[in-house]
């Protein structure tokens, strides 16, 4: 009898341990309550807010919710390429690229019926500058505000900076109803990033005179925006958007799929796999920002025989693109140089089909005096970039390593363990992957050699000097044709010598139910919620 | 002798037969396994089992089937290691602490329990954690927290052993201290060690695959078991990634825990019945 027993307890564990695997989590997902005839959108995402400060946030996800809700001077349409005027209705840039003068709309009102003057800017970019956020960086270059009169402000700069403009487009600079944060704790004070009381309140409420306001927001649950019944421009579709925080993307498909939700936001490739053929749903396919690469180090103390340009210009020959793509899902695609397809003056991507030689890679590796190959460490995180798992690239590498002689052993980490190292630049060969700061190709000039990025692989100024002198220049080139130049000449010898071997622009994959419109991918906004309508 | 304990004893012999297969995969794995547990195609990944690839592909083309039976060697290995060098560190600190008795006893007891005290599963991902994952690494973080068991039992032999007539005139004929306890009391004291070690076998293959699934074994590519469930955690959509690994791990596991249940209910006096 025992005996039995124990065979039926080990048989029942075992169906138990099926029917769990198998069953899937079921979400409480509601249906969205149309009764009253409220229009309703329901998104889903995997968020990552902290505050909805907007002198504080700094999360990728932040513009999504914020972007509604403040207005900003200069503002996002269609694509990255060059920012429009936002709440102003015109700008102008002093010859010597220093003064940046705007005028605002006139008769623009505040959620909470206040009106918007330039003071209100001047006072909430002065926060900012103050409150010392993750986002205050974006702020460093100006020297000083002013507001000759209620429509117009004036920024003063320290130094040319042709990112400036776009720089704008942050919440760091979204116009804040001054009267109203004050009178719920927030200063714009040299001091505020101690004396500023507003951030808790600003999580649940807010002050801006975007189409939405900030109507509830449950950490880890929903933030629920409602129209702002003051709003100056065109007024959205929707009366309500609800952003609900679901991680799981399994569960955002079936919430998708049963209509409980209008756009489930973070599929992978094999996700969107299963519901290619489904009705009523309509995939979208986006060039994400995000870039995965190779660093490898040009300090011979920490690369070994990898800190050889000959072998690092091999393996970026050895390795094939073509299955990397494969991995990381389709639209994904290989740039030359660490500068995203989307930014201004990025050269096209490479070929997968023709990047790879082998032949010439052994050359370089024989030119290098390494024509046995040699055995070194690849560092991993063990995280997924936009749905891509890095260890699993980082099999495919170590295989392709291999063609050349190149024998790698894999080193898997955590990311809070493997940050370290990597920014103290004492990777030998590393796998990482970026998203830009700012959405101007300046965020990328950190690759350079002398700065911060390329200082992780100790890529110094003095390594390629003339690469440096074009990173400045571009930089500040306010003169839109002389600075794709610069970008395109700074691609150009990165393809020949870098420290970098940009391997993937990943591809990003989300689904709508389809009578949801204006749902296309901008990078910064993710999507922009002030556009999105129903068919 | 063995076929009639096996007749008479239906888990047993399931127990015996499960592991002695993988036994024998594990010793013939690259003779059986049908393409090399590395090589990539990515032209065919994510394939159902078939004909070609009887377990299907992985998220990077490898055969599954290929990978599992290697992996049979890393979780015995990982197994026998384990018990082996938690036994022999238990037995040693055990004994001593239990032939010195006293104050020594105290102490060195309090420190196993100390060991004890910690949630074993917990500790040891600290250590491999702290250590940086490898294989090494995982082996010794769970040697940690396995020896105190030993250490208890042998201790606990010991001191029954040591009042025996036999060590008593081993002493009186001016036997060194190290020879009573290598050449008396050892030997005699060992037995009850060996059988939890046999049945521990199939635990300490459950932590070793809990472990590298949770990212703390070898590092990719090896193909770990544990490691394997976790990729089809990763790859959800394809059932046959994780479920062989999984289903692996599952046989090994009960048919080690078949053997050593039947063992102790063959030695604990009190559950004695024919095997």
Known sequence: MRKNLRVLVALLTCVLLFVVGCGGSKDAATKPEASDGTKQLIMALDPDYETFDPGLAYEVYALLVLHPVYDTLMQFEDNLDAPIDGIAESHEVSKDGLTYTFKLHKGVKFASGNPLSSQDVKWSVERSINLKGNGAFLTDGIKSIETPDPDTVVFNLKEQDASFLTKLTYNAFGVIDSKLAMENGATNAPDASTSDKAKLWFDTHSAGSGPYVIESYTPKVEVVLARNKNYWGEAPYYDKVVLKAISDPGTQLMMLEKGDIDIAFNLGPEHVKQIQDKPGIEIKKAQSMTLTFLLMNRDPKIGGPIANPDVQKAIRLALDYQGMQTIAGEGSITPVAPFQVGFLGTLPPRDPKTAQDIEKAKELMKKAGYEKGFKTTLEVATLAVEGMDLPTLAQKIQNDLLQIGIETEIKTSDIMVALDPYRKGTQALSLWYWGPDYPDPNTQLAFLPGNPVGLRANWTAAMNPKLVELGKKAAVEVDKAARVKNLEDIQKIMDEDSAFDVLLQHARHYATRDNIKGTDYIDLYKINLKNVSAK | ?275
């Not at chain 2, 070609?52 to 998220?59: E, V």
């Not at chain 2, 600190?93 to 004890?116: F, H, K, Q, T, W």
């Not at chain 2, 046999?198 to 932590?207: P, Q, R, V, W």
């Open chain 2, 1 to 275: 002798m063995l076929l009639r304990i096996m007749k008479n004893n239906f888990l047993f012999s399931i127990g015996i037969i499960v592991c002695s297969l993988w036994i024998v995969i594990a010793l013939m794995a690259p003779l059986i396994t049908p393409y090399s547990y590395l090589a990539q195609d990515l032209a065919h990944r994510f394939q159902a089992p078939s004909s070609l690839h009887w377990f299907g592909t992985d998220s990077i083309g490898r055969d599954v089937f290929s990978r599992v039976l290697m992996g049979s060697r890393i979780s015995l290995i990982a197994g026998l290691a384990t018990i082996i060098l938690a036994s022999i560190v238990g037995m040693i600190y055990g004994g001593i602490a239990g032939y010195i008795g006293g104050l020594a006893d105290e102490i060195m007891m309090r420190i196993s329990e100390m060991v004890m005290a910690f949630p074993g599963i917990i500790l040891a991902m600290t250590i491999a954690a702290a250590l940086g994952p490898s294989l090494y690494n995982t082996l010794l973080a769970m040697v940690i927290i396995w020896w105190p068991n030993y250490a208890r039992v042998m201790r606990s032999m010991v001191i029954a052993n040591k009042e025996n007539e036999y060590v008593e005139a081993a002493k009186s004929l001016g036997a060194s201290h190290f020879r009573i306890f290598f050449n008396e009391i050892l030997p005699n004291s060992v037995g009850p060690v060996l059988v939890l070690a046999t049945l521990d076998f199939g635990n300490a293959i459950l932590l070793f695959s809990g472990l590298s699934f949770l990212g703390l074994g070898s590092p990719p590519p090896t193909p770990e078991w544990g490691a394997m469930v976790a990729d089809g955690v990763l790859n959800f959509n394809y059932w046959w990634i994780g479920t062989f690994p999984g289903l692996a791990i599952l046989t090994m596991a009960v048919g080690t825990n078949f053997i050593g249940d039947s063992l102790r209910d063959f030695l604990d006096p009190r559950l004695r019945k024919e095997l």
